[in-house]
Every structure is written in C-alpha cells, then in structure tokens.
C-alpha cells in the first residue's frame, strides 16, 4: 500500500518545481506527475473552468492508485482545493500557497511583492491569506500574465524574458521591496531573471518547501511513508509531445 505514488498535478511544468522539493523531502516515494501542457496557462481562465479541469484531473489520477494529491498550482488550489477537499474527504489533499507567511515572518512591517497569475489573486482564498498578513506588512499584489507561456516553451532567461517581467513589476518596484513571493510554480525557474529586475537586495520565496514538509507530515500521519530503495518518478503530460517531455527532463533537472 506504501508503494502506491503520490500524484503531483499542476496546469502545465511549473509542478516540477514542487515535485524537484519532494523528491529532495522525500527519496524513498514513488511519484506520477501529471501536467496539462494543452490547457495551460490556468492563469487567465475562468475559475469555473479551472475548477473542472482541476476535478477532473484529481478523478484520474487517483483513478490510478495514487495515495496521496499534490496539487502544485496555485492557481488550481485557489479555485478547487475545498471542492476536491470535499469530494474526497478520506484522501490525503496538499495544495500549494504563496510563501506570504514566511515572507511576513521573515520581514515584519516590511514591503513585500506577491508575483502570481490574475487567477490566483482574484480568488477568496488568496484574499483571505492577504488579510492575515495586511496589518502587518505593506503587501503589493502583482499580477504577472505571461510570464507562464515563457517557462512552458523552455525560455527561462534573456532579454525577452527579463523585458516582460520589468513590463510586468513596473508598477510594482516604485519602492524595492524587501521580499519577493513567487506565487506560481512556473515562476521559481524564471527566479535568475526575477532577480535582474528586482535587484540583489529582496529575498525571493516559494511554497515548494513548505508543500514538501506538509506532505511528508500528512504522509507520516497516516502511516503511509514508503521505506526502502529510493523512488521512482513517472512524467506525463496532456501534450505529450517529445519536445514537452525533454522539457519536463530538463526543467526536473535545472539547477
């Protein structure tokens, strides 16, 4: 039973930078990862839309014996956690966050920029996290479109890159701020270009961590941490073509 593998679901690669934390957390699991490359981006969609194709993922990935559900989008987990939550209230249920917490942790009554697709900050929940935190910090909500679309076709630097991204902050970076929180798991493979536009001076942070050892926590809860050789790890993809899977390849391996 311990055997059966964790499934790692997000809108397209951005996943794999959850899943690259998870395997580092967790060396003995046996993974499926699942990314829906031929809807991406998520970001821009309707939640109602979101919501579905997220349902229906989770439906076919436990389907398939998975024993735990990593969704590693936070656009995914803002419109779909609660839904899946309830659907499978005896399943174990991990959904990323934006590292707002930590951030705030780490820089109390600081200026700190949340990085994330329209999707994601529209949402209630991320508007819940928000007022947590807001009397604490000066907290700067950045959407950022297209930034996905660069990750999902592999150009993760350069100065077509680091152009969108000062077209996206500009309004953003009138202050330095003192932390960046990356909310989207496409944006930590954009993080050396990130840190061109914003400088040396911000720390920049994602939820890849915290996911990792909140699913290791649940896992050992309930008693289902696989012991033994290390795991293996199984990449799938709506688009599956050679191309996306190099990709997938090359993204899982990135420094």
Not at 113 to 131: H, N, Y
């Amino acid at each position: 039973m311990n055997n059966r593998p964790i499934a790692v679901f997000d809108s397209g690669l951005g996943g794999l930078s959850v899943l690259r934390e998870l395997i580092r957390v967790l060396p003995e699991e046996n993974f499926l990862y699942f990314g829906d490359s031929a809807n991406a981006p998520y970001g821009g969609k309707p939640t109602e839309e979101i919501r579905a194709m997220t349902l229906r993922h989770a439906e076919d990935l436990f389907a398939r014996g998975c024993k735990a559900l990593v969704v590693a989008c936070n656009t995914a987990t803002s419109a779909a956690i609660n839904d899946l939550r309830a659907q499978y209230p005896n399943k174990i249920i991990i959904g990323i966050e934006p590292a707002l917490k930590l951030a705030v942790t780490h820089y109390p009554a600081g200026r700190i920029l949340v990085m994330a697709t329209e999707a994601t900050l529209r949402e209630r929940k991320f508007a819940a996290l928000m007022e947590r935190f807001a009397q604490q910090c000066d907290i700067v909500k950045c959407p950022c479109p297209g930034l996905v679309e660069f990750v999902e076709r592999g150009e993760l630097q350069g100065s077509a890159v680091e152009a969108a991204l000062r077209e996206e902050l500009k309004d953003c970076l009138t202050e330095t701020p003192d932390a960046v929180v990356l909310g989207c798991t496409h944006y930590p493979f954009l993080r050396g270009a990130i840190r061109a536009v914003v400088g040396e001076t911000p720390e920049i942070l994602d939820g890849a961590d915290g996911t990792a050892k909140e699913t290791k926590r649940r896992l050992l809860e309930a008693g289902l941490l696989r012991a033994g050789s290390p795991g293996k790890v199984e990449l799938t993809n709506s688009l599956p073509t050679p191309e996306i899977m190099r990709l997938c390849e090359r993204l899982l391996s990135a420094e």
